[in-house]
Structure formats: C-alpha cells, structure tokens
C-alpha cells in the first residue's frame, strides 16, 4: 500500500515562531499536497506540487510556504506561526486523479 | 466555485441499524465524487468513488450512487457495526483540476453504539 510518512506527529511552537512540517512518499507519485483539518470545514487544500521544484498555491496559502526538494519529500513551512493555524495538518500524495493517500497528521498547537 | 454539503455532523446510531449520510454538491463541471473515511488517530482513507450517472459503488459493506440530477452521492450501509464509528468526508474531484486536487465536505461523524 502507498505510503506517506509526516513528522513530526505533534508539535507546540509559540506566536511568531518558525515551524517546519515534513512528509515523505515512497509511492512514485508526482503530485503531493498539504491539508488542514478544522472541525466544521473539513480538509482545505493549502499547497501542492507536481514534481521537484515545482509549488502550486492551494485554496487557503496565508501564512503558508512549502518547497519540493526531491521526488519523496515536501515540506510545509511557517515562518510565522500565529494561533489562527492551530490545526491538524496532513500530507498527501496522488499519481492519478482516482485516489489520494494521506499521512497520519501532524497536530499543530500555536500558543 | 465548487462545493460540497454534509448535513449532518453528527450521527448516532445502535449496531445493526441501516444509515445514510448525506452528501450534495455543486460544480461547473460533471465531477467524479468520493467518500473518504477517517478512523480516530489515522489517516482519511477513500472508501468509495463514484461511477457513472446512477450507478451504484461498493465497498465494505457500503455504497453510493451518484445521481447528477439531484448532485447527490449519499453513501448508505444497510446495517452498521461498531467498527464503523469515525469521520467520514464526501469529496469532489473536477476533471479540469489538479490530479487529487479535493473538494471536501465539513465532514458526519458516525457513532455506533453496542
């Protein structure tokens, strides 16, 4: 089964801190995305990518910067943490438009 | 632009009863619709994707027809167990978007009680 690997899985930074979020796939698929999960919105699409190098903004970009440095591994970036991004982050990956894997999570507490 | 409607978010039941949830949408286009299920602590995992226009998709015990005339894709088991129990997500994908790119409804949690 695909797999797709976050870390760290919880994580508590202060207002104004520097947080990194890091996913790994071993599926080969050339697209990987970043999610949040809020109660009452469901998942919304932060950023994505389609190959190294490449990062496409999604629906909800503020606050938000993510780099693709390899085929495996995207990294979700926020260089100025504020409690408004309190949430459950996941990765994901796709290699065609049938299915999406997701990682397990990385809760995020901004205090 | 898209969107996608979970009425309820919260749903209560006794084991081996029938239950549906439900799940309209709204889009430019004709889009393919998924159901995706979130167990405590783990991932969102597809469940279903839909076929083509009122045909019936299953998996697991449940299933789903897409009817675009209604823009609805209700996913239904016909007798819940505890197992169940989790957060389950109606999704849309376009054909004119981003590969994976996913529409998500707010998400029904389904409790299952013995």
């Known amino acids: 089964e695909a797999a797709v690997t976050q870390s760290p899985r919880n994580k508590v930074t202060v207002t104004g801190g520097n947080v990194t979020l890091s996913c790994r796939q071993t599926?080969?698929?050339?697209?990987m995305y970043w999610y949040r999960q809020d109660t009452g919105h469901g998942l919304r699409l932060i950023h994505y990518?389609?190959?190294?190098?490449?990062?496409q903004i999604g629906d909800v970009p503020d606050g938000y910067k993510a780099t693709r440095t390899t085929q495996e591994d995207f990294f979700l970036l926020l260089e100025l943490a504020s409690p408004s991004q309190t949430s459950l982050y996941f990765c994901?990956?796709?290699?065609?438009?049938?299915?999406?894997?997701f990682g397990k999570g990385t809760r995020l507490t901004v205090v | 632009g898209d969107s996608v409607t979970q009425t309820e978010g919260l749903v209560t039941l006794t084991k081996g009863l029938p239950v549906m949830l439900n799940c309209t949408y709204q889009?430019?286009?004709?889009?393919?619709l998924f159901w995706y299920v979130q167990h405590l602590n783990e991932a969102p995992k597809l469940l279903l994707k839909?076929?083509?226009?009122?045909k019936r998709t299953e998996h697991q015990g449940f299933y789903a027809t897409l009817h675009k005339s209604s823009s609805s894709f209700h996913l239904q088991k016909s007798s819940v167990q505890l197992s169940d129990s989790a957060l389950y997500f109606c999704?849309?994908?376009?054909?004119?978007?981003?590969?994976?790119?996913?529409?998500f409804g707010s998400g029904t949690r389904l409790q299952v009680y013995a």
């Open positions: 889009t430019t286009y004709s889009p393919f």
């Open positions: 839909s076929s083509t226009d009122n």
């Open positions: 999704a849309l994908s376009e054909p004119t978007q981003v590969v994976g790119q996913l529409t």
């Open positions: 994901a990956s796709s290699g065609d438009i049938t299915e999406v894997f």
């Open positions: 599926n080969s698929h050339n697209y």
């Open positions: 990518s389609y190959g190294a190098g490449n990062l």
